[in-house]
């Protein structure tokens, strides 16, 4: 089945090669998930939704708190497929009702997972992006439009402190947020992140690591664990 027609007009100059493998996937583990959603899909005429409610733009559904890993199981009691795609996040599919394992076209990052009719279909999701309300719902114009959709907010991470004294740094963040670890960087927006090797300390009711900056100044993020 031809998808894609190229026509080159002009001689171009460069030493660019097709890549002979893609870029590995790093799996999610189903162990880290903190929690399970559960989403039952429904029907009734041109009414459709989720946990037997229509959206409500005033409405928020749920909270997902910042880096938490998460299972959403999407349950299809109608007689429709249903493409369901969250926002400000991607997922890996699980697991299929309909399939003892999951076909090629499952594996690796997803924004949109198809959900058809009397399946259920579970799927590892984690956002940690940007905090805010967003949505997650069908992506049939008229079902969304008609109902099966919901808001969800993304609650943000905990503040991290940074001060420094010349090549030393001390890095806080309280202690109330547990379940969270250092990464650095050389630069702010760096492809690169590394663990921070130093352990924090409570003090003061934070949770607090000095590290030692001798080759410059670097970036700092939290992770969830």
């Keep these: 089945m031809d998808l894609l ?4 007009d002009s001689a171009a100059a460069g ?10 996937v790093n799996p999610l583990t189903p162990a880290r ?10 029907m009734s005429g041109m009414v459709h939704t989720i946990n037997r409610r229509v959206f409500n733009l005033q409405r928020t559904d749920f909270q997902v708190p ?8 999407y349950r299809n009691t109608g007689t429709e497929p249903h493409p369901m795609h969250a926002h400000a996040a991607l997922g ?7 399939a003892a394992s999951l076909p090629p076209e499952d594996m690796g990052w997803k924004d949109t997972v198809l959900v058809n009719p009397g399946e259920t279909v579970r799927v590892l999701t984690r956002f940690d992006t940007h905090p ?5 719902h069908c992506h049939n114009l008229e079902h969304e439009d008609a109902g099966m959709m919901q808001n969800f907010e993304v609650l943000p991470p905990p503040v991290l402190a940074v001060r420094r004294d010349g090549a030393n740094a001390s890095l806080s963040w309280p202690q109330s947020d547990e379940g969270w670890s250092l990464e650095s960087s050389p630069e ?26 001798p080759a410059g100044r670097r970036f700092y993020r939290l992770v969830k664990h």
């Design 15 to 24: 030493n660019a090669s097709i890549p002979t493998v893609l870029r590995p």
């Design 66 to 73: 910042f880096g938490d890993v998460e299972i959403w199981e």
């Design 33 to 42: 998930a903190r929690r399970t959603r559960v989403f039952t899909l429904a």
């Design 188 to 213: 702010a927006e760096g492809a690169v992140w590394g663990p921070v090797a130093d352990p924090p300390t409570v003090v003061g009711e934070r949770w607090t690591v000095n590290v030692s900056e």
């Design 92 to 98: 890996q599919v699980l697991s299929r009702s309909s």
């Design 5 to 8: 027609r190229f026509y080159v």
């Design 132 to 136: 805010g309300v967003f949505v997650h």
